[in-house]
């Protein structure tokens, strides 16, 4: 077994992202913590303020003096190493050229881009300007495809009907649920039900582990993912500043489709987290998180040169 396997079955068994992934807490979060408890104080209390605990204050500001000089040396000693790991000639030595100045993280440059990977790039973002419109007949086309794909055997709705809920549409018209996703949301699922079909149904009908009371609608997650995705590969910027989307103009340097195939690898990998938190709906935002994480860290890897590099391509069945 070589090592390039033994790392992805490694990264395989990892699902949940659970051995590498740091917690992080926005402003929203913390809004859902529970208050301090009472804040209400008396004269008697403070009355009986002891020396002791005037001297335990003290200390407890001692420790956290110590502590704040124990952290800051941990820092530089980190940017002593990234300065060895930057210059050693390794593929992050090439790629990074930012540091952590004060604190903040700068962005990262990203190499020159070849011919091929600036057609590619370019033909990708005017797709990703292209926003669903059920007034054109091609959209409507599209929309009707993806039905036959998902149940060949039976007969095709009306463009509003209640049996678009059965795909994980959220209304009787699937044109309503596009927002911000656009129309290469809809051919992201178009793609994944031709090229992996397999994997495509067993996600549409939930035939994979115990499932929750309360699922995650298939069509709908589908079009957060292509919104997500775009986002964490910072597409939309002149030039991408973040790892993976640097990462990612190297897997379009190898294949066009590159986008449509890790949108397939990502659906599936969130279905794994999915199944591996134990999930509920009201719980789908924390396992996009959980999932772009896996991604990041996944396209991170030195020998991942294309898609099928990827430790959680191997999840996917044709």
Request: proline share 3%; net charge negative; aromatic share 10%.
């Amino acid at each position: 077994m070589t090592s390039k396997t033994l790392r992805r079955r490694l990264h395989h068994g990892d699902v949940d992202g659970k051995a590498h992934e740091h917690l992080e807490a926005s402003a929203s979060d913390g809004l859902n913590e529970p208050l301090l408890g009472n804040h209400e104080s008396s004269d008697r209390h403070s009355e009986e303020s002891t020396l002791a605990e005037l001297w335990n204050d003290e200390r407890r500001m001692e420790q956290l003096h110590w502590t704040l000089l124990f952290s800051q040396l941990i820092v530089q000693w980190a940017q002593w190493l990234a300065n060895i790991v930057l210059g050693s000639g390794s593929l992050i030595g090439r790629f990074l050229t930012s540091a952590t100045q004060n604190g903040q993280r700068t962005g990262l440059l990203a190499p020159a881009l070849t011919p091929v990977q600036e057609v590619r790039l370019k033909n990708l973002r005017q797709r990703l300007e292209v926003s669903f419109d059920g007034s054109r007949v091609e959209h409507q086309d599209a929309l009707k495809q993806l039905w036959r794909l998902a149940y060949p055997d039976r007969e095709l709705p009306p463009l509003k009907s209640e049996l678009w809920k059965e795909m994980g549409w959220q209304g009787a018209d699937p044109s309503t649920d596009f927002r911000g996703g656009g129309f290469i949301s809809l051919e992201n699922l178009i793609f994944f039900a031709q090229q992996y079909p397999e994997s495509f149904h067993r996600l549409l009908h939930k035939q994979d582990g115990t499932r929750a009371e309360w699922e995650y609608p298939f069509a709908v997650a589908g079009i957060n993912i292509s919104f997500v995705l775009a986002q964490m590969l910072d597409l939309q910027s002149a030039k991408p500043t973040s790892l993976a989307g640097i990462r990612f103009l190297q897997l379009l340097q190898e294949d066009e489709m590159a986008f449509d195939n890790l949108y397939c690898v990502t659906f599936q990998m969130m279905d794994a987290q999915w199944l591996a938190k134990r999930a509920s709906y009201m719980e789908f935002n924390d396992v996009m998180k959980s999932t772009t994480t896996q991604l990041e860290r996944e396209l991170a890897l030195e020998d991942v040169t294309s898609v099928k590099d990827l430790p959680a391509y191997n999840l996917l069945a044709k």
